[in-house]
């Protein structure tokens, strides 16, 4: 038994109590420390939040001035100075006509808010009708109750099933066990195209379209083939579908832009950030409008939108955002995610890709899904109950290098600030624990 009361997120226990424990006392820069002086590459930037890397002191100090100022005031129909300036910066990054940015804590919450803005948007004009939402497979946003519904069948969502409400589903862009275009054809996003006969069917009904533009994330970095975000924007746009752009991974510069949806200068209606909008300090996240959804919720009282967090927009993480994003401001982060992404890419390819249990490598900047199989040549999957991807993941921490896994895919995903010889280490570390795992 663990010794502390702690219920832990996402975590079989049983299998906690058995694992060695790692408990982290301090990190610095693109390490986590343990309580024993050990470090580790935080090679998932803290579950894909941090940013800059940690104890970063711009955003330290930004943090502690803040805290000896205002530790928190509302946002219910009053305001303070830290979420004004944040959301004139983010005014800023975001796309043009994005400009009505509403605050909450977390990526789940904000996802709850931009489902209750579509539907509302639809229903303050008179057309309550237009109430059903249409998502991707195995698509991952958030797991509250209504997240969770307009996310992908499994585990996350099964046993809730009385709970939830039915999105209109159409198939996800997973090349490497895509079912339409056929084997080692080139891709024709016949995923995208099956999004038309929904829309003929059921056009007059729907509200809005939730997708994680270019990378799915938690269903194992599927990276998107070029155009079909905008394939989609266009699709939604002949049907007057509201598009919902879910960037809680991929915003702040992990895909080698600002934002996944500036890969394709796609503008979604609504855009929802979370994870790295505090560089991955504090909880902090946001639903963002066009002028088109805002004017429809403005006026009358009752057209107002029903939503609000005690915390929403707190004045301590509203400045860690501030200073996360002030960095971005001479460009050098993104040029570096692009250059650190393909000295991965290399690393990846010479160190990684020959193993014979590696199945797909899939990459988009500093995002990275290695698909495990049990047979590279007929991509038969690993079993059903294999604990492999596990057991990498613990056997890297011995090399120094600390990773969680989606099911078979061993995810890597370190901060921006990843430097060069880190990105050695890391995979280094990776092929001894693959090795390790899976002895040839
Ligand atoms: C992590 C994630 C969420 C949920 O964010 P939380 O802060 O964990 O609630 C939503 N959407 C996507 C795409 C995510 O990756």
């Excluded at 104890?55 to 502690?64: D, E, G, L, W, Y």
């Excluded at 489902?115 to 237009?130: D, V």
């Excluded at 969502?157 to 080692?184: K, W």
Aim: with cysteine.
């Amino acid at each position: 038994m663990s010794d502390y009361p702690i219920w832990h997120p996402f975590t079989q226990m049983a299998r906690f109590d058995r694992d060695p424990q790692l408990v982290i006392a301090r990190a610095e820069a693109n390490r986590l420390i343990d309580t024993e002086g050990k470090e580790y590459i935080d090679g998932v930037a803290s579950i894909w939040a941090n940013v800059h890397g940690h104890s970063h002191p711009k955003i330290v100090n930004a943090i502690q001035e803040q805290a000896s100022k205002l530790q928190h005031s509302t946002l219910l129909g009053i305001t303070h100075e830290p979420a004004i300036e944040l959301t004139n910066r983010l005014n800023s990054i975001i796309p043009n006509d994005l400009k009505h940015i509403f605050l909450s804590e977390n990526g789940a919450s904000a996802v709850e808010v931009s489902l209750k803005m579509a539907i509302q948007f639809w229903a303050n004009q008179g057309h309550p009708e237009r109430n059903r939402i249409i998502s991707l497979e195995m698509a991952y946003h958030g797991d509250t109750l209504g997240a969770v519904s307009v996310g992908g069948d499994g585990p996350f969502r099964d046993v809730y099933q009385p709970f939830l409400f039915e999105p209109i589903r159409f198939p996800n862009p997973y090349q490497y066990r895509c079912t339409m275009c056929s084997r080692g054809s080139v891709c024709t996003s016949e995923c995208a195209a099956q999004l038309r006969p929904l829309l003929d069917q059921f056009a007059g009904q729907i509200a809005a379209l939730i997708i994680e533009p270019r990378v799915q994330g938690a269903a194992g970095i599927i990276v998107s083939p070029d155009d079909h975000l905008r394939a989609i924007r266009y699709l939604c746009d002949q049907y007057d579908v509201l598009l919902i752009a879910d960037e809680v991974a991929t915003g702040f510069g992990k895909t080698g832009a600002m934002f996944a949806c500036d890969l394709e200068q796609v503008t979604p209606d609504i855009m929802v950030l979370g994870k790295g909008i505090t560089g991955g300090y504090l909880p902090l996240a946001a639903t963002v409008a066009t002028d088109r959804i805002y004017d429809a919720f403005y006026g009358e009282e009752s057209k107002k939108l029903f939503h609000g967090h005690t915390y929403a927009g707190n004045p301590i993480c509203c400045a860690a955002g501030i200073a996360s994003i002030d960095l971005f401001s001479d460009g050098k982060v993104i040029e570096q995610v692009l250059s650190r992404a393909a000295v991965l890419t290399d690393f990846l390819e010479k160190r990684i890709a020959d193993h014979p249990n590696v199945g797909d490598i899939r990459q988009q900047g500093l995002m990275v899904g290695i698909e495990l199989v049990a047979d590279k040549e007929t991509r038969e999957p690993l079993l059903p109950k294999s604990e492999a991807t596990w057991n990498v993941c613990l056997a890297v921490r011995e090399y120094g290098l600390f990773i969680r896994p989606l099911g078979d895919v061993i995810v890597l995903m370190p901060p921006l600030s990843i430097e060069e010889d880190e990105i050695d280490l890391m995979t280094e570390a990776l092929r001894n624990g693959l090795d390790r795992i899976f002895p040839i």
